[in-house]
Nanobody
Framework: QVQVVQSGGGLVQAGGSLRLSCAAS????????IGWYRQAPGKQRELVAS???????NYADSVKGRFTISEDNAKNTVYLQLNSLKPEDTAVYYC?????????????WGQGTQVTVSS
C-alpha cells in the first residue's frame, strides 16, 4: 500500500505564492503518476497538474505558467509550486498517487489541504 501525507497550504494574498508537498510512503516503487487535484465549493474536482514516471508533466490550462509540479525521488515527495495566485485558485488541494502493484491498479489520496487566496 501507498500512504500519502500532504503539507503546505494556507492563506495568501493575490499574487503571492505557496508550495504544497506530497510525501508518499509504502510501496512507492509502484507509483506511476502523482497528480494534484483541487475542489472548490460548487465546483467539481479538477486535475491541476501531474507528473509521471520519467518526469513528464501535465497542467490544466487555468494554471499553466503559474504552477509548477516537481519531484524529489530521494524523499519520495512531489511538490506543487503555486505562483501568481488568484482568488479563483481557492480550493482544497488533494494529492493522488496512481500505480500498479502486482498487476493491480490503485489510487491513494492525501488528506487534502486548504489554499485560500484573498483579493
Amino acid at each position: 500500500q501507498v500512504q500519502v501525507v500532504q503539507s503546505g497550504g494556507g492563506l495568501v494574498q493575490a499574487g503571492g505564492s505557496l508550495r504544497l508537498s506530497c510525501a508518499a510512503s509504502g510501496s512507492t516503487f509502484s507509483i506511476n503518476r502523482i497528480g494534484w487535484y483541487r475542489q472548490a465549493p460548487g465546483k467539481q474536482r479538477e486535475l491541476v497538474a501531474s507528473i509521471s514516471s520519467g518526469g513528464r508533466t501535465n497542467y490544466a490550462d487555468s494554471v499553466k505558467g503559474r504552477f509548477t509540479i516537481s519531484e524529489d525521488n530521494a524523499k519520495n515527495t512531489v511538490y506543487l509550486q503555486l505562483n501568481s495566485l488568484k482568488p479563483e485558485d481557492t480550493a482544497v488541494y488533494y494529492c493522488n498517487t496512481e500505480g500498479i502493484f502486482i498487476g493491480v491498479q490503485y489510487a491513494s489520496w492525501g488528506q487534502g489541504t486548504q489554499v485560500t487566496v484573498s483579493s
